[in-house]
């Protein structure tokens, strides 16, 4: 066994006692993510359930009843009963309600007559995600009152179009099922880079890089000894992290264990080589945190595709976006976890991975001296 080899087996020894002797990186590895995935798991959500809903109807009778009632039965509506249109626009005014639903006199006499009952909905657009879920609701809900009348009526539906739909990947069409795999990554894009800046830091900050720095141990040597431990620390964090996943959030796992564990080992190394880069210039805790929050999960959050769609931003923010190593984890996990081995998803993403991994970890290699300034 050679020299360089003894003292880099001795120098990842030392970082595993390091690691043993003092918790806070392996809070960073486990409790970390999984706090943070707990809390976004649970607070994060593009659902619209139990929006509150003005109902007003000029002239109340059975059929406006039958009509009503479907809110009430409802998931997704919390109706209010309002006399007037004017209170019921009140209401939204002051943010009580979300939208109004309407009956106007005229509703009995048109569904009997004419067959044809026109509704009146009025939506706040203020959160213009939440409007556009809130009028497909009401117009589902809508189309499935008129089949179940006209059923009842022992007629066809008047509605010329029959839609239906046939959700591929999310059947229940739960946002949980696609943030979380997108959250992963995001929380694994932070903890990675803080395992390595930070920790660095830290022994800036006791002095002990600088008894490193005068043995003959070389900076590569180093390097190679704080990689290697705080990167079985992340792919320990992952697996916890994919463990919540699967059994506390009900995301089903269709893809392989060994395709997201090489990923995600090429996504540890991007993220580790991250950490390592931000090391070179920042020798406080403070700074580096800072910097690994704002230079690592803000890009991320934003411009990986985890909430906002790429394809619907700007050609320029568009090309920035190949820049941040999150946007192809999150490519990989959604199709590893709700479509399955995608492979025309999962290579040419994983070869990006690969790719940024050898950039910033020879970003890191070049920006380390082995000198005290």
């Known amino acids: 066994m050679s020299a360089a080899t003894t003292r880099r087996i001795a120098l990842i020894r030392k970082e595993f006692l390091q690691i043993a002797r003092d918790p806070s990186a392996l809070a960073i590895a486990f409790l970390l993510p999984a706090m943070l995935l707990l809390i976004f798991g649970y607070g994060v959500s593009l659902d619209a359930r139990n929006v509150p809903v003005a109902i007003v109807v000029d002239h109340p009778d059975a059929l406006t009843a039958s009509f009503t009632g479907r809110f009430a039965q409802s998931a997704y509506f919390r109706p209010r009963a309002y006399l007037t249109i004017q209170s019921a626009e009140r209401a939204m005014a002051a943010n009580r309600v979300t939208a109004i639903v309407w009956l106007r006199s005229d ?3 048109g569904a009997e007559t004419t067959g044809a009952a026109p509704i009146g909905v009025l939506v706040n ?3 213009a995600n939440d409007a556009r879920l809130v009028e497909g609701y009401v117009q589902q809900l809508w189309a499935g009152w008129l089949e179940d009348r006209a059923r009842a009526d022992g007629r066809a539906a008047s509605l010329p179009i029959t839609v239906e739909p046939r959700v591929r990947f999310n059947p229940a069409v739960s946002s949980k099922d696609y943030l979380v795999p997108g959250l992963i990554a995001m929380i694994m894009t932070l903890t990675g880079a ?7 830091a830290r022994e800036w900050e006791r002095g002990t890089m600088e008894g490193l720095m005068v043995t003959r141990v070389r900076i590569g040597e180093i390097l190679t000894a704080k990689l290697v ?3 079985v620390l992340g792919i320990g964090g992952m697996s916890a992290s994919v463990a919540l996943a699967v059994f506390v959030f009900g995301v089903p796992l269709r893809g392989s264990l060994w395709v997201l564990t090489a990923t995600s080992a090429l996504f540890m190394l991007a993220a580790l080589g991250m950490g390592l880069l ?3 210039v920042a020798r406080n805790q403070f700074v580096a945190g800072q910097i690994a929050i704002i230079a690592t999960f803000l890009p991320a959050f934003m411009l990986s595709g985890f909430v906002f769609d790429i394809d619907s931003m700007p050609r320029a923010v568009r090309l920035v976006t190949h820049l941040v190593a999150a946007r192809y984890f999150v490519a990989i996990l959604q199709s590893v976890f ?3 081995d995608v492979w025309s998803v999962i290579l040419p993403n994983a070869a990006a991975l690969a790719v940024m991994a050898a950039i910033f970890l020879g970003l890191a290699r070049m920006t380390a001296r ?3 300034d």
């Open 107 to 109: 509703f009995t006499r």
């Open 278 to 280: 931000i090391s070179g």
């Open 194 to 200: 803080l395992l390595t800046a930070l920790v660095i």
């Open 370 to 372: 082995k000198r005290l």
């Open 229 to 231: 431990p705080y990167f």
């Open 338 to 340: 709700l479509a399955g």
């Open 125 to 127: 657009g203020v959160d």
